[in-house]
């Protein structure tokens, strides 16, 4: 009965910004697989309504330099510019990078559109020597283009 009345005090604020504290990378933090991708993107996107794209920046140990929300779209779609993620990777010196979106219908299967501009993106990163890592969607679970071989 104590328990119903402490979580009946704590609000869905509270509880995203909880998540976030444990499940956000820290700066020199490395990534060791898609699942921890996924909670960052998680702790990141949890909530959005909107489909929002994510782009994750590493060093030359796949040590975590930072992340930055690179376009907001619509409820099933966000335009999406290779040449602007690569610019700021470009900026912020990453070795790699590491591409994540929210669907916000909760279904994490990648569309035509989410595998075609993966293959730019990553064309365009290859240009400048910066390898495209993964492209890892969240929603009701969560999808990687790399470890299902797609990238």
Request: glycine content about 8%.
């Amino acid at each position: 009965m104590e328990h119903e009345n402490l979580l009946s005090r704590v609000s869905d604020e509270d509880l995203r910004e909880a998540y976030s504290a444990r499940f956000s990378m820290k700066m020199g933090e490395v990534f060791t697989g898609s699942a921890q991708v996924a909670d960052h993107l998680q702790a990141m996107l949890g909530g959005r309504t909107r489909e929002t794209v994510v782009a994750i920046f590493l060093n030359a140990r796949n040590a975590f330099i930072g992340s930055e929300i690179c376009f907001e779209g619509s409820v099933s779609q966000a335009g999406i510019f290779p040449r602007e993620i690569v610019k700021v990777a470009l900026l912020k010196n990453a070795a790699s990078i590491i591409i994540g979106h929210n669907h916000p219908s909760g279904q994490t299967r990648p569309s035509k559109d989410d595998q075609e501009i993966t293959r730019k993106i990553k064309r365009a990163c290859e240009l400048v020597d910066i390898p495209l890592l993964d492209h890892v969607i969240v929603g009701d679970g969560y999808f990687s283009f790399a470890d299902s071989g797609m990238l």
